[in-house]
């Protein structure tokens, strides 16, 4: 989406180079309906499919994104003077300086802007160029670069490490909690039983017929759930069985499918190492332990 933005933004500097003439005279109706037309539908297809797209945005982003600021700023380049080319090229250098520097902000480097301008006039408006000072200023900069760089790679560094004990420690607590919850589970009902990969499950039902092999494609109704009792996921709930191969699901699910036949209903204690160990996914967080209630609707031979 970002591509998608700054494309279009670029995109309406050219059509506003070449196609913002205001002087109509001499123009034929027949070319003007035509042009009028164009007009039309490109504004229609192209504001359309650009609100279309908006949810591809980073959520931190789409929170603080107001369309009538972007529109103040498009409707801006979209009107600009195209006589004056060196107002037009301004535009375009300042757009390309400033997501630059919107770059620097997210990576908490704030670069002074008013100074960054008063710079860059003076240096602009200078009668001649000194090249010896141009050289070395050209060196100092490559090397406050370098540095800056290095500086936003050591901060992303360090986040992430932050980010991966925050998780790991989260993950710790949770695979703790959900050890606890099946443990008592099976205190409170001795008919949960454990395999020698930990997988816990109870048979609510039994069916008929053959179990699935590793490649069989199952038809199946499922509810997922934390140990908290929320619901992750649940075909029941979207009203329509799901179809997959046992190898296409998390290994806990797997190993309870291939014990259970067509018609059978089982509910699975799934432990993180079985499940998506420290990894978060959607709204699972990490380290968590899953519980399915299955029924087998169907089952497919993999030839």
Do not use: W
Not at 66 to 84: H, I, P
Not at 186 to 208: C, Q, R
Not at 240 to 268: D, H, R, W
């Amino acid at each position: 989406m970002k591509k998608t933005l700054v494309a279009f933004a670029m995109a309406g500097l050219a059509l506003a180079s070449v196609s913002c003439n205001k002087n109509n005279s001499g123009i034929s109706e027949a070319d003007k309906a035509f042009n009028d037309s164009v007009a039309e539908f490109m504004g229609r297809t192209n504001g359309a499919m650009l609100s279309q797209n908006m949810d591809q945005l980073p959520a931190e982003e789409l929170a603080k994104f107001k369309k009538e600021s972007f529109l103040r700023g498009f409707k801006s380049v979209l009107m600009a003077d195209t006589g004056d080319v060196a107002y037009m090229y301004g535009i375009q250098i300042g757009l390309n300086m400033a997501r630059q520097l919107q770059m620097f902000d997210k990576d908490s480097v704030n670069i002074d802007r008013d100074k960054l301008f008063s710079n860059f006039s003076k240096a602009f408006l200078a009668d001649s160029i000194n090249q010896t000072e141009l050289g070395q200023n050209m060196q100092t900069f490559e090397s406050l670069m370098n540095r800056l760089q290095q500086t936003i790679q050591n901060r992303q560094m360090q986040s992430r490490q932050r980010e991966e004990a925050e998780r790991n420690a989260q993950a710790e607590e949770n695979q703790t909690k959900g050890a606890e919850f099946i443990a008592n589970a099976i205190k409170e009902d001795p008919s949960i039983k454990t395999t020698k990969s930990g997988l816990a499950y109870k048979v609510v039902a039994h069916g008929t017929g053959a179990t699935p092999s590793e490649n069989d494609m199952v038809k199946v109704h499922y509810t997922g759930k934390l140990i908290d009792g929320t619901v992750f996921d649940s075909s029941v709930d979207r009203g329509e069985p799901a179809n997959f191969a046992i190898t296409q699901v998390v290994p806990g699910f797997g190993e309870g499918l291939k014990m259970m036949n067509k018609g059978s209903k089982y509910t699975l204690y799934i432990p993180a190492n079985l499940a998506y160990g420290n990894n978060a996914t959607g709204s699972i967080p990490p380290g968590s332990t899953l519980i399915f209630d299955v029924e087998v609707l169907d089952i497919t031979a993999n030839k």
